[in-house]
């Protein structure tokens, strides 16, 4: 079992900013993607953005321009910097690890960090 370490949420006014970590345990050497998801109450979970092994990244429209995700692969972190907040970015927001071993994919999520935007 791979435990992802979350930080970085909180509560921010509106146009504020907030930048969110993912740290996998470093002993880990076959991870793939890395990206950050979210869910609002009464929501399905939603992607917001990922990034390959090679730094390609894919974010969504909704955060487009605002948010960007970068990771460190020494550290094995993945990060979200979040711009430009607006009320409906509140949310919780999740991080999901692919770990690819041979021909096997496994999946791996954060613990989620609130994140509140309100004046």
């Known amino acids: 079992q791979v435990q992802l370490v979350e930080s970085g949420g909180g509560l921010v006014q509106p146009g504020g900013s907030l930048r969110l970590s993912c740290a996998a345990p470093?002993?880990?050497?076959?991870?793939?993607?890395m990206g950050w998801y979210r869910q609002a109450p009464g929501k399905e979970r939603e992607l917001v953005a990922v990034i390959s092994g090679s730094g390609r990244t894919n974010v969504a429209e909704s955060v487009s321009g605002r948010f960007t995700i970068s990771r460190d692969n020494v550290k094995n972190t993945v990060y979200l910097q979040m711009n430009s907040l607006k009320p409906e970015d509140t949310a919780v927001y999740y991080c999901?690890?692919?770990?690819?071993?041979?021909?096997?994919?496994?999946?791996?999520w954060g613990q989620g960090t609130q994140v509140t935007v309100s004046s």
């Open positions: 470093r002993n880990i050497f076959s991870i793939n993607t």
């Open positions: 999901k690890v692919v770990v690819v071993i041979a021909a096997d994919t496994y999946d791996y």
